[in-house]
């Protein structure tokens, strides 16, 4: 990610055509408002998978630990590889599984913790570490399924599997986990039912003498919605960005969002009515109009789907997309905008003067998800990263302020 001050000749406001900045204020307070909802015993890992929702993985990762996250997670071995050869020690968890013998390989190697999902793969991974005749035992986390339906084994054969593990050489059990469906439902009759049967497989575990020092089962929503799924981790995705997993979550603290997308006018031009815009000609005006272009599209992250539907904020007013958003470029009516130059600033998400924009609002629009449109800022823009929350334009917004 590149640094507002170690890259002058890279800040926004002189060359780039759009970019996305990361207000690591902001993150920092996330990071201390959701521990502060945590007892003393639980620790916080920070998941930082998809290069940290879009917002640069080893700087998220750098600003979590210092603010009070204790643990890193990732989805794959390379993103775990990325944060080790940024120089992290932090332990890493690689919450999705893990077959290949060359990414076992390279986890050994990079001292990254693997999730485990049945006692076939354990066994696998336990050769393969006889073979690599390394004297040091690889920390390994032990999944349970039940109720997602995505990785891990039955939940009501908890005892067996650890029992397996436990006994074969070179593995190190450090926790017992699990992932829950739907933590951010109003509704928490299948959250709950969840929460049974993680306790049942505790419960039995405890009598075998085989329950495994760590315990976590709570992504974002779970840590907002219930203390009693705190256990001694939680997993942090979403609330560490600034985001609520749902409306009904926002009573418990206050965040912040991290990021802010924004675009210059690169182009501006006066056109009459009837005249039509972009591919395909879905947007025709119906008056004398001034258009702006910007320099970004939907390669950068910004979803086609939202094309003739989205606003973007410029000198403090909302003001409306027109034509099919294309590649790298877009069009606005900036008819109703006074004195504006080619060079001008617009922000897509973030906020400006009295009014923001947020990952909801689009994701509402486009039938998705926050996660998904934070997600898409990953590959071609700029990151900024802004470390003094002087620079940081953005206050505190939620979902439904807007
Ligand atoms: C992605 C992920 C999380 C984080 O989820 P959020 O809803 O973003 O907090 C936690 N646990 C697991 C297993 C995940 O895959």
């Known amino acids: 990610m590149l640094s507002w001050d170690q890259t002058p000749e890279l800040a926004p406001m002189r060359c780039c055509r759009a970019w996305v900045e990361i207000n690591l204020a902001a993150l920092r307070h996330n990071v201390q408002q959701l521990k502060g909802l945590l007892p003393a015993h639980t620790q916080m890992m920070a998941v930082v998978k998809a290069d940290a929702y879009g917002h640069g993985a080893v700087t998220v990762a750098q600003t979590a630990l210092q603010s009070g996250a204790a643990w890193l997670g990732v989805a794959t071995v ?122 049942q497989a505790v419960t039995a575990l405890g009598h075998h003498h085989l329950l495994p020092s760590r315990l976590h089962l709570a992504n974002t929503a779970a840590t907002l919605a219930a203390p009693a799924l705190h256990y001694d981790m939680v997993r942090i995705g979403l609330g560490l960005y600034g985001l609520y997993p ?117 994701a509402a629009m486009t039938n998705t998800i926050s996660w998904e449109i934070l997600c898409g800022f990953k590959h071609r823009l700029p990151r900024i990263a802004i470390a003094d929350p002087a620079m940081a334009l953005g206050g505190v917004s939620s979902p439904l302020e807007t």
């Open 78 to 199: 390379p993103e775990g590889i990325e944060l080790r050869s940024a120089g992290i020690q932090a332990p890493i968890l690689v919450m999705g599984a893990v077959n290949h013998a060359e990414e076992m390989r390279a986890m050994a190697h990079w001292r990254l913790q693997p999730t485990l999902v049945n006692p076939k793969q354990a066994l696998v991974f336990s050769d393969l570490l006889s073979r690599l005749a390394s004297d040091r035992p690889v920390t390994v986390h032990l999944k349970l399924d039940t109720g997602m339906t995505r990785l891990g084994f039955p939940w009501a054969e908890a005892v067996e599997f650890v029992r397996f593990v436990r006994q074969l050489p070179h593995l190190n059990i450090d926790s017992l986990y699990s992932h829950l469906a739907t933590a951010d439902s109003p509704d928490p009759t299948i959250m709950t039912q969840q929460h049974q049967r993680f306790r």
């Open 246 to 362: 749902a409306p009904h979550l926002q009573t418990t603290v206050r965040l912040q969002p991290v990021m802010q997308v924004k675009a210059r006018i690169t182009h501006l031009k006066e056109v009459p009515a009837g005249t039509g815009v972009s591919y395909g000609h879905q947007y025709v005006t119906d008056r004398p109009m001034r258009l702006g272009v910007i320099g970004i599209g939907y390669a950068d992250g910004v979803p086609r789907p939202l094309s003739n539907q989205m606003e973007v904020l410029v000198k403090g007013q909302r003001v409306r997309q027109v034509g099919a958003i294309t590649m790298d470029q877009m069009m606005l009516d900036l008819t109703a905008v006074p004195n504006l130059q080619e060079g001008d600033v617009v922000t897509l998400l973030g906020r400006d003067g009295p009014h923001a924009i947020t990952p909801d609002d689009w």
